[in-house]
């Protein structure tokens, strides 16, 4: 069962990767405490400095945990009408890809440790289907890409496009193209699809690192019009 919503207010998390590559013969630099906090100590004999989360996800976390405490949260908001967002932000060779697409086979291209998306995309669709008080619903995603200061449309062949204000106070792209989906295996192809059109370079520390920000947007939609 999901984790209940106590409030609205954003809710920090911290992610440690596990030590590999050139990482694999250090000491870790940080200290999980209580399972909220970080603590590090540059030097011997330097000062530690602590940092607090909501909650901290140690080197030896599973998908299913991250998902279970981030996700079900996520869509339980989403599911009582509210807007519900997931960032992930970290420098280069974090671990934010694993933690929101998780890890695939390269023979195969199937995932086998799904991370954050594919596993919503899959809970979306449960989610509402379930609903005995819904009769019908939909799902739609777009896919935007920040990229050299200007948005780019990652469905529509990487059309610039503009934020404009919408009827709620809220912000959209209504230029972009929104593909509606019909099950979580369509979700997963248009996301695939539209993370080919990214824009990626090699870096020392990711070798198809990506030199933008992106934003997907999935909306349910309990009442489609016909």
């Known amino acids: 069962m999901a984790p209940t919503t106590k409030s609205t207010r954003p809710r920090v998390y911290a992610r440690l990767r596990p030590m590999f590559g050139r990482d694999a013969t250090g000491e870790p630099l940080f200290t999980v405490v209580d399972g909220?906090?970080?603590?590090?100590?540059?030097?011997?004999?330097?000062?530690?400095?602590?940092?607090?989360?909501?909650?901290?996800?140690?080197?030896?976390?599973?998908?299913?945990?991250?998902?279970?405490?981030?996700?079900?949260?996520?869509?339980?908001?989403?599911?009582?009408?509210?807007?519900?967002?997931?960032?992930?932000?970290?420098?280069?060779?974090?671990?934010?890809?694993?933690?929101?697409?998780?890890?695939?086979?390269?023979?195969?291209?199937?995932y086998t440790h799904p991370g954050l998306i594919p596993r919503i995309f899959e809970a979306v669709f449960k989610l509402f289907a379930s609903d005995p008080t819904i009769q019908e619903f939909e799902v739609s995603m777009q896919f935007i890409e920040l990229y050299n200061e200007q948005l780019q449309d990652l469905l529509g062949q990487r059309k610039v496009v503009d934020v404009s204000m919408d009827p709620t106070g809220g912000y959209q792209c209504k230029d972009a193209v929104r593909t509606v989906c019909k099950d979580q295996y369509e979700a997963q192809k248009v996301y695939d699809a539209g993370c080919a059109m990214r824009a990626t370079a090699s870096t020392k520390m990711n070798e198809s690192s990506s030199r933008s920000h992106a934003l997907l947007q999935v909306t349910p939609d309990p009442n489609p019009e016909p």
């Open 36 to 110: 909220t906090s970080l603590e590090y100590k540059k030097e011997d004999h330097a000062e530690v400095s602590r940092f607090t989360f909501d909650k901290v996800f140690d080197m030896a976390s599973k998908q299913e945990e991250v998902y279970a405490e981030i996700g079900e949260v996520a869509l339980s908001s989403l599911r009582k009408g509210f807007n519900s967002t997931i960032l992930a932000y970290g420098q280069t060779g974090s671990g934010k890809t694993f933690s929101m697409e998780g890890g695939k086979d390269k023979a195969t291209n199937q």
